[in-house]
């Protein structure tokens, strides 16, 4: 193959990869080194009375960190919809499973202190079955591995991802571990035996903030680099020794999601190149310079001292003052007839606070985190407040909008390995209308067949992806409002039927819809709709196969779990279903 990559060209790449990465890493040591400022471990952080990237970061980081994510999968047959159902319950119990919402934050913060954020979604096997203490992570979890860019690996020719011919990333196995379970093959039982153990990370961020030491004799660990090649319409998957050889320890066809294991995404992408500018670079410049003034300012203060000039015969008076302040006050004797009379030796540049202060009200002009942190912005009229306030909101729904577009790939990963591997059972309870749960479980062979995949698209929820809670009185407004506009909407089925038409709308399936969409779930708990919710649970029973229980609430009732994917809309009751999931978006 034309493009094919033999162990010399492969380390070739790598290198120069390290090459072109080189200044970006240093960018984001050094912004990491300004955000961590002295409490990361570095001893040379810098000055900085106002730590502006700190700040911006930790508004952004409120407004975009995701809580656990929420999933929808959608189809457009009605027959389809409970097992998209059930994979959708089976999305969100494996989003908690493998802690989401931890990982999110961890590539945020990549996103917004560095070009881009990147990650690795796959199954744990082989190389990648870590061991951290006694605890050995499921050899077949899906997982979301996020890559530090000191250990991401590009392709230095490439300018966007559709150019890239690899990506890859440096982890860290046990050699004990890659030993007994012989992952890479007896004939490589030698060479991982000679590697080097874990090195210095003295050209890394974690030797900032003090992650990443090497463990003991009992935990002896190496280094490994897996590279995906895209070439000739599919993926290779290649694994490396970081140092001591460059003998392949596997080379094979990657046979998981589509596009390889590496997901990336940059917030504030540059011209003909696949790397961006990091959402506070210029907090960072104006930081610099905001903290300079200021450090300077401090320092002047620090050197001001008081001279006392004393007659002789008021010296014991002038040392009985000097004893209050001794490092600052200073007495000399003089012949001046004052008697004691105080000079202050020193100066102030008094052009440093006010130079300091429009250079802040500037930064905050322009990324408005005042205002996105809760702080009264000050604005000199309501019409500048309210510009501010659609300003930030513009650039907080953008950036939530990139960073909800990146989680959704990666939950569409995960819905791949969900959806293959044939081994995974997951016990789920689902909340019926009203209140009540009953037991489902997933199975892969619920969507199994090549029509129930191609017809369901999974997608997030709205607003999951966001960790701001709901102020309660907010959400006790948002309540009411509803339950009036579904009073408006009971009126205006009152004229219709006046009216001898013959369409109404369904209150019940309104209450259901909107309790979905804004997250308050017991909406329809709240709304007596006539005995519809009861009618739902027992065609969802129906459906289901089991017979229809009593009406009733409380205890989790089971629900038979045999897979539906073999049945079509011909000898399954889709009446039942229809009505069952009227309330369940297509």
């Known amino acids: 193959m034309a493009r094919s990559f033999n162990s010399e060209r492969l380390r070739h ?65 009605k027959h389809l919809r409970l097992q998209a159902l059930t994979l959708q319950l089976a999305l969100d119990r494996l989003a908690d499973e493998v802690d989401r919402a931890t990982l999110s934050r961890r590539m945020l913060l990549e996103g917004l202190l560095g070009p881009s954020m990147q990650c690795r979604v796959g199954v744990r096997a082989g190389a990648e079955l870590h061991t951290v203490g006694d605890r050995t992570f499921d050899p077949g979890l899906p997982y979301v591995d996020p890559v530090s860019l000191d250990d991401f ?16 990333h440096r982890y860290r196995s046990s050699r004990a571990m890659l030993l007994e379970t012989e992952v890479f093959g007896k004939e490589h039982a030698d060479l991982i035996r000679s590697l080097p153990g874990l090195g210095e990370a003295s050209e890394r961020a974690e030797s900032i903030t003090g992650g990443g030491e090497p463990r003991d004799d009992k935990q002896d660990t190496i280094e490994l680099i897996d590279v995906a090649v895209y070439e ?64 300077k300012l401090s320092r002047q203060i620090e050197a001001l001292k008081v001279v006392l000039l004393a007659r002789a015969d008021a010296a014991k008076t002038a040392e ?167 009073g408006n909407l009971a009126s205006v089925n009152a004229a219709l039927q006046q009216s001898g038409a013959q369409v109404r709308i369904d209150l019940g399936a309104v209450a259901r819809v909107l309790s979905r969409e804004f997250g308050i779930e017991e909406l329809d708990e709240v709304i007596d709709d006539g005995g519809a919710s009861d009618a739902i649970d027992q065609a969802i029973f129906r459906a289901l196969g089991q017979p229809p229980a009593p009406p009733q609430a409380g205890p989790i009732r089971q629900a038979p779990s045999a897979p539906l994917a073999t049945q079509n809309s011909h000898t399954q009751p889709a009446d039942a279903l229809r009505s069952a999931f009227a309330g369940v978006a297509a």
């Open 232 to 295: 000739s319409g599919f993926t290779r998957l290649i694994t490396v020794p970081a140092e001591g050889s460059d003998q392949f320890l596997r080379d094979m066809e990657w046979e998981g999601f589509e596009g390889g294991p590496y997901i990336r995404h940059v917030f504030y992408p540059t011209l003909d190149s696949p790397w961006g500018v990091p959402p506070i670079a210029s907090s960072r410049e104006q930081g610099e310079l905001i903290n300079d003034a200021l450090v």
């Open 320 to 486: 009985e003052i000097r004893k209050a302040d001794p490092n600052k006050i200073e007495v000399i004797r003089t012949q001046d007839p004052a008697g004691v009379k105080a000079e202050v030796i020193g100066a102030i540049n008094h052009e440093l606070w006010p130079f300091a202060q429009s250079l802040l009200g500037l930064w905050d002009q322009e990324h408005n985190i005042n205002l996105l942190g809760g702080a009264d912005p000050k604005s000199d009229s309501a019409t500048e407040a309210a510009l501010r306030s659609s300003n930030s909101g513009i650039v907080v729904s953008d950036l939530t909008a990139q960073h909800e577009k990146f989680e959704l790939r990666i939950s569409r990963a995960l819905e791949f390995y969900l959806r293959t591997d044939p081994f995974r059972r997951l016990p789920l309870i689902h909340r019926l209308p009203g209140g009540e749960r009953i037991h489902l479980t997933y199975t892969p062979d619920m969507v199994e067949d090549e029509h129930a995949q191609h017809t369901m698209r999974v997608e997030l929820v709205r607003g999951s992806m966001t960790a701001a809670k709901q102020n309660p009185d907010v959400r006790s407004r948002r309540i009411i409002e509803l339950l009036t506009s579904l």
């Open 13 to 77: 790449a790598l290198k120069a990869s390290d090459e072109r990465l080189k200044p970006y890493r240093m960018q984001r040591r050094s912004a990491i080194k300004q955000h961590v400022g002295r409490y990361g471990g570095a001893e040379d952080a810098p000055d900085q009375p106002i730590n502006l990237v700190k700040r911006q970061v930790t508004v952004l980081a409120a407004h975009l960190a995701a809580a656990q994510p929420e999933h929808r999968v959608r189809t457009e047959h």
């Open 153 to 168: 690996y590009y392709d230095s020719q490439a300018r966007h991802d559709g150019e890239a011919l690899f990506m890859g």
